[in-house]
């Protein structure tokens, strides 16, 4: 949550700092600001609302220096407002922006204020604004007191800060929270991950838990969390600038949607021949762990779960290995029981989600046979500590309801189920059979977003609505929850998915003429059975939509409403190809209700606190 990017320079850094929080933004949306270090003072202009109301403040008053930190915020502490926007001030002296959420800051808010410091804000940020400044007044440089704040914080943290009396000095620290150090020449950055700073830089270095950086335009310097220096390795990232942009797209997650065919081949990339998933693609000895696995835990949030859920059902049907799927936040709350052998699989998009990351901190030390990190970031948290590694390759991701990063994730498991299914002695004849389905999904998601004018047109029939049902059965639900979950995401139609085959242990009471109903059907062994809860839908009026398999078309008649057909692939590959369809209806449904399609209210892209 929240976005950081901070800057030193021999140039003004302002423009930077605020292309910065564009790129950023898809992070947090409700308040922006910005803080200039320039002629021994520290001026700021923060305000609520987006970006562009602090560029529209900027041109009233604009700010200019060689240094300076801004921030694009995601609420925690304090509703959103300019007086609980960043940066925050202590005094006139010190700066600072910080995402994350600091625990303990009850307890340090009444020790700094019997100390003599006034609070003016409700964030818990204010409380390291103030605690660095009281131990800069205990005769500390500002490098000295962020390292010695930091240990007085309890919880996940990312911070940037500036002081009046060091000109050019921007000190950065982080645990729990991405921050990543840009090498420019003769100017380094920081920011909350590498796309604010392409435009300027393709070298990073990515601090790592504890860091504390000391950066100005000439050089920097890193103290780990014992408080030694160290070297950090530095990386060229290969994105360019142009990755991160909208192009001729109306928004970013329709530019996602159709960035899918190639996102999945790129996924598939050197990690299957045509007859089979080749050895060693999760890490140096990985099959030689796989093939100790007889249980597999997945743990995942939001989106990422339901790609874990798709999974489950796969992996035991095919694998013929016992499966769990979780959600993070419940995972790391109990105490689970682990079977013997059994693989951890953490499952995020960033790689910083903080309840997933504290899952595989304690999978580490549960018993597992290995974990293993299914991630779209490189360099991430998640990467970083997970034994095993299979990276999506989905490339940025900048709206924030996932689209291509769903897809990338169901590839890249199904990679997982087929290589823990031969070990398990699957048919060689049914697996080539799945290898060869993989090889061609590329081009069935590019059949599948053919059907853009018709879900276009069909989505007038949603914009009036206040509610829809979202049904699928076997691993389908999981699709149904996923369709469900991007209709509600951008367009705010409450929406809900059921196992069809629960319609009548409840949700059949909400089935009216006035309730959209969208069953995904896949042609399986289910179909039946799914045919027959739909049966259920129009014997009460209910207005049906069914995305359905053309092999499966046979099934169907007039009375089962309206029916959109598209070459799902078959078992392996029907979950993946029909979360396209449902992604494109909900686009539009959104579009035409008029909402922010990339930056839905209340939500962030990377949720990196609890």
Same mark, same amino acid.
């Given at each position: ?19 910065? /929080? ?9 308040? $922006? ?29 604009? /700010? ?31 700066? /600072? ?70 000109? +050019?000095?921007?000190?950065? $620290? ?24 392409? #435009? ?42 142009? *990755? ?23 996924? !598939? ?30 743990? *995942? ?20 290995? #016992? ?26 998009? @960033? ?11 304690? $999978? ?40 291509? $990063? ?42 599948? !977003? ?17 509610? *829809?049902?979202? /049904? ?5 639900? #999981? ?33 009216? @003429? ?17 045919? @027959? ?5 129009? *014997?009460?009026? +209910? ?11 046979? @099934? ?55």
């Amino acid at each position: 949550m929240c976005g950081i990017v901070a800057a030193s320079a021999r140039r003004d850094v302002s423009d930077i700092l605020i292309a910065g /929080l564009h790129a950023l933004e898809y992070r947090g949306y409700d308040s $922006a600001g910005i803080a200039v270090q320039a002629d021994g003072l520290i001026e700021r202009q923060r305000t609520e609302g987006k970006v562009r109301a602090l560029e529209d403040l900027l041109q009233e008053s604009p /700010l200019h220096g060689p240094c300076g930190i801004a921030h694009t915020r995601w609420a925690t502490h304090g509703i959103p407002s300019t007086r609980n926007a960043h940066p925050i001030l202590s005094g006139e002296r010190l700066a /600072l922006v910080h995402n994350g959420i600091i625990e303990n800051h009850e307890a340090l808010r009444r020790e700094l204020a019997d100390a003599g410091f006034e609070f003016t804000s409700e964030t818990d940020t204010e409380v390291i604004a103030h605690l660095i400044a009281h131990l800069m007044d205990a005769g500390n440089d500002l490098f000295g007191a962020v390292r010695r704040a930091v240990e007085r914080l309890h919880g996940a943290f990312a911070v940037a800060a500036v002081c009046a009396a060091e000109p +050019g000095v921007v000190v950065g $620290a982080r645990r729990g929270s991405p921050l990543v150090l840009g090498l420019g020449f003769g100017e380094h950055f920081l920011a909350s991950d590498i796309h604010p700073l392409l #435009p300027v830089t393709n070298r990073f270095v990515y601090l790592e838990e504890g860091d504390v950086v000391r950066l100005e335009a000439r050089g920097f310097e890193v103290r780990d969390a014992g408080d030694q220096a160290v070297e950090r390795p530095v990386h060229e990232a290969d994105l360019s600038a142009d *990755a991160v942009q909208r192009g001729d797209y109306r928004h970013y997650m329709q530019k996602e949607i159709f960035e899918q065919p190639q996102a999945v081949a790129e996924t !598939l990339e050197g990690r299957i021949s045509a007859t089979r998933v080749l050895p060693n693609i999760f890490g140096v000895g990985a099959d030689e762990q796989l093939a100790r696995v007889r249980n597999v835990h997945i743990v *995942a949030c939001g989106t990422s779960y339901h790609a874990g859920l798709v999974a489950r059902y796969q992996l035991e049907q095919l694998a013929g290995i #016992p499966c769990m799927a979780e959600v993070a936040s419940e995972y790391r709350y109990r105490r689970p029981v682990v079977p013997e052998d059994t693989l951890f699989v953490a499952i995020s998009q @960033s790689g910083e989600t903080a309840d997933t990351l504290a899952a595989l901190r304690h $999978a580490r030390e549960a018993g597992y046979v290995t974990t293993l990190a299914i991630c779209n970031v490189p360099e991430s948290s998640l990467v970083r500590e997970a034994d095993l590694v299979l990276m999506t390759r989905a490339g940025p991701e900048i709206g924030v309801a996932s689209t291509k $990063a769903f897809t990338t994730q169901l590839v890249a498991l199904q990679l997982l189920m087929l290589e823990l299914a031969r070990l398990n002695g699957m048919d060689a004849a049914a697996y080539e059979a799945c290898v060869a389905d993989l090889n061609r999904l590329p081009e069935l998601l590019n059949r599948a !977003l053919e059907l853009d004018a018709e879900l276009e047109r069909l989505a007038e029939r949603f914009v009036d609505k206040h509610h *829809a049902l979202f /049904l699928g059965r076997g691993s389908h639900y #999981p699709i149904a929850m996923e369709g469900a979950l991007k209709l509600k995401e951008i367009s705010y139609v409450h929406a809900e998915a059921y196992p069809a085959g629960e319609l009548k242990h409840g949700p059949l009471a909400l089935v009216d @003429s006035d309730m959209p109903v969208v069953a995904v059907a896949p042609n399986n062994r289910l179909l039946e059975k799914l045919v @027959s809860n739909i049966e259920e839908v129009h *014997a009460r009026g +209910g207005e049906l939509y069914v995305f359905a398999d053309v092999e499966a078309e046979a @099934s169907f008649s007039e009375r089962h409403g309206r029916l959109i057909k598209l070459d799902a692939g078959g078992a392996l590959l029907a979950p993946v190809v029909l979360t396209v369809p449902l992604q494109l209806l909900a686009y539009h449904v959104a579009v035409l209700r008029g909402t922010d399609v990339d930056q839905p209210r209340n939500l962030a892209k990377s949720v990196t606190v609890e």
